[in-house]
């Protein structure tokens, strides 16, 4: 019996794992724009054997949709193949290729994929390798990393002279960082059209202004505030002991500290109309100067002795030389006169201003229409033993005229206790002696600054004579105030 072996030749094909390869662009020839193809060559018995220079190896690209988009053979010998070889192990190689080569006549942006055969021409046996790569036509990832590059290319171009920034954000925050503060520095400063549109703003700035508007245009604002709704432009809230606002015009021009229109149904206030309305209540009170029921007219002008200037604002009191009857008040305009219709005979005026000092008892005497004077001098009471406290002081004279000395002059809260900040103002009272003048004074803590507030201080005069006068004043919050009874 005979045995035949049959040799049967039958092509063998080794399919290797497909290879993921890495997302790709095809711009130019950097890593990003190229490819690497892993590549090697089996036997029957799978290892590795080297490339021959005559060996063929055919390269086939895939459009994402998968239509054809590149095919080419090149031999074993080509320049872009690469080998490297292992000990124990055998050559591996790598063909590079640039992806503007192989994406077809119209690139697809999408995942592509690439199929390599090698063919052994000695063995006649055929290696087959595959894999993919991803290709974005217009950056080296993808779409958002490509907004993310264009915003921040703007902002390491950022122009401040042409372009504009827009924000959209629930807060806003601008330190005092150094380039934070230069590049706010650089839109600001020298130009005119700069605008920062905010829906609320909220500056503190506890060391100094919290804000402070600069116009270098004559015809521009310092600061321009408008309201299209229900609220208003501006609403100033002072809880310190500042100004909510102050407005101060301290030019050579004719510009107004404070400028209000109002367009709508609201009132116009401006420099002009402030001295209209000015020069309305000075006419009222001018009608107020003119009192008494006499038949003549007499005028009196009260003189500032240091400097003979008239002084205004000084509330006069005509009364008989006994004091039993009040003939007329009245008060100084800004001419320091004082108008009264009297009858033929003698008064005794009577005559009190914050930080001035007059004649106890001057009397004059009308014999017909005429005129006087009335002299008084500036004084200053001093300051107070403490800053938050208030110096009122007065002059005691008797019916006629002279000082009242040694009198006894106590204030006190009939309340009883009250506060004062952190400190309980005791419910003693306070006391002080007129001097030889007659003059006295007493540091008191402001009605408003005593919780409860707007409380009335008891003031009690005790003369030598016995006689006790009291009377219930406010006390106002100023360094002095001199005591009207």
């Known amino acids: 019996m005979r045995l035949f072996i049959l040799s049967i030749l039958i092509p063998l094909f080794c399919i290797s794992k497909p290879i993921q390869a890495n997302i790709v662009n095809n711009s130019g020839s950097n890593g990003a724009d190229s490819l690497t193809l892993q590549f090697y060559n089996l036997d029957s018995l799978g290892s590795l054997i080297d490339i021959a220079a005559t060996d063929s190896i055919g390269i086939i690209t895939f459009y994402p949709e998968g239509a054809v988009a590149y095919t080419a053979v090149i031999l074993g010998n080509n320049s872009n193949i690469i080998s490297q070889s292992q000990t124990n192990i055998g050559t591996c190689y790598s063909y590079g290729v640039a992806i503007a080569d192989i994406d077809g006549a119209s690139p697809s ?66 330190s005092d960082d150094s380039n934070a503060a230069d590049s706010l520095e650089a839109l600001v400063d020298g130009e005119s059209n700069f605008q920062l549109e905010l829906k609320q703003l909220f500056i503190n700035n506890p060391d100094g202004s919290a804000i402070y508007a600069s116009s270098q245009s004559s015809s521009g604002h310092g600061m321009y505030l408008e309201s299209t709704q229900g609220g208003n432009g501006l609403y100033a809230l002072n809880t310190g002991t500042g100004n909510g606002i102050k407005a101060e015009a301290n030019g050579t021009g004719n510009g107004d500290g404070f400028t209000v ?77 004082l108008s009264f219709n009297l009858d033929p005979g003698s008064y005794l005026l009577l005559a009190n201003a914050p930080g001035y000092i007059f004649n106890s008892f001057d009397t004059i005497v009308v014999t017909g229409q005429g005129e006087d004077s009335l002299f008084g001098y500036t004084f200053d009471p001093g300051q107070p033993a403490q800053p938050n406290l208030c110096r009122a002081y007065a002059y005691i004279y008797d019916i006629n005229g002279i000082p009242e000395t040694q009198a006894t002059i106590t204030a006190s809260l009939p309340g009883g206790v009250a506060r004062s900040g952190q400190i309980i103002v005791s419910p003693f009272k306070v006391s002080t002696i007129s001097d030889s003048l007659g003059y006295f004074y007493l540091d008191l803590i402001p009605s408003d600054s005593l919780n409860p507030s707007g409380q009335l201080y008891e003031i009690t005069i005790a003369k030598k004579d016995g006689t006790i006068l009291r009377q219930r004043l406010t006390i106002p919050s100023t360094t002095s105030w001199q005591i009207s009874w």
Not at 276 to 298: F, K, M, P, R
């Open 109 to 174: 942006q999408g995942v592509y994929s690439w199929l390599l055969t090698v063919k052994d021409i000695s063995l006649g046996l055929t290696t087959v390798h595959t894999g993919t790569f991803q290709l974005y036509t217009g950056s080296d990832y993808n779409t958002r990393l490509d907004n993310l590059d264009a915003t921040l290319s703007s902002r390491s171009t950022f122009n401040p002279i042409s372009d504009s920034v827009n924000a959209k954000a629930n807060i806003l925050s601008i």
């Open 261 to 337: 229109i109002g367009t709508g149904s609201g009132f116009d206030i401006n420099a002009s109309e402030l001295k209209v309305l000015q020069d309305s209540v000075n006419i009222i009170i001018d009608s107020l100067n003119s009192t008494g029921a006499g038949i003549y007219a007499y005028k009196v002008t009260v003189i500032d002795s240091a400097n003979s200037s008239p002084v205004p604002a000084v509330s006069a009191y005509l009364r008989n030389l006994d004091q039993t009857v009040l003939i007329a008040s009245g008060r100084s305009n800004a001419n320091g006169e």
